[in-house]
């Protein structure tokens, strides 16, 4: 039987090492200071904000999940090197996540609140399915965007990185 921790913890790996590469791809863009700044609209958080974001959030989700106390937030990196540190700190804490406190009780109630005064009460299944996954990626794949509009060469094989692993070759069907 799947359990919580089987679907949140590889997804949020693959996650945060798709980043790591996103980033790497990023310094080598040309003038690539500027990006940590770089927004897809005037209204929304920089590269360096959805990087904080994606970093941190696993962090919260496990603690939630786990009914551990909240981490400290992370300080919004000033540059490339410190967004690709923050990523690989994140993977590197993700390794004492506690599985067993993650899985227990899935139908169990989870009540949450945002910094807007809203207050979500919904299943722990629900929570990872409804909030913890789309939030993630979310900042993700506005990061993969602000990146891709601010001149970085990525595709899809950046993106999914991951699914390399499981790609097979098949003849070319006939036309």
């Known amino acids: 039987m799947m359990q919580l921790h089987d679907i949140l913890l590889p997804t949020l790996r693959n996650g945060l090492t798709t980043l790591a590469g996103l980033l790497d791809r990023a310094v080598e863009a040309a003038d690539a200071d500027r990006l940590a700044g770089a927004r897809l609209a005037a209204d929304m958080l920089p590269l360096a904000s959805q990087v904080r974001f994606v970093a941190a959030q696993p962090h919260e989700f496990i603690a939630r999940l786990s009914g551990r106390p909240m981490p400290d937030p992370l300080d919004t990196a000033a540059d490339l090197a410190g967004m690709k540190a923050q990523v690989a700190e994140s993977l590197a804490r993700m390794a004492d996540a506690d599985t067993a406190a993650i899985d227990a009780d899935p139908d169990g109630a989870i009540a949450f609140s945002v910094p ?24 993700l794949v506005t990061a993969y965007a602000i990146l ?12 999914v990185p991951h699914m390399l692993a499981h790609a097979r070759m098949t003849a070319p069907a006939e036309a």
């Open 116 to 139: 807007m005064g809203i207050t979500f009460e919904l299943t722990r299944a629900g929570y990872v399915r409804d909030w913890a996954l789309p939030q993630f990626y979310f900042h």
């Open 148 to 159: 891709r509009a601010n001149g970085v060469e990525l595709g899809k094989r950046d993106y």
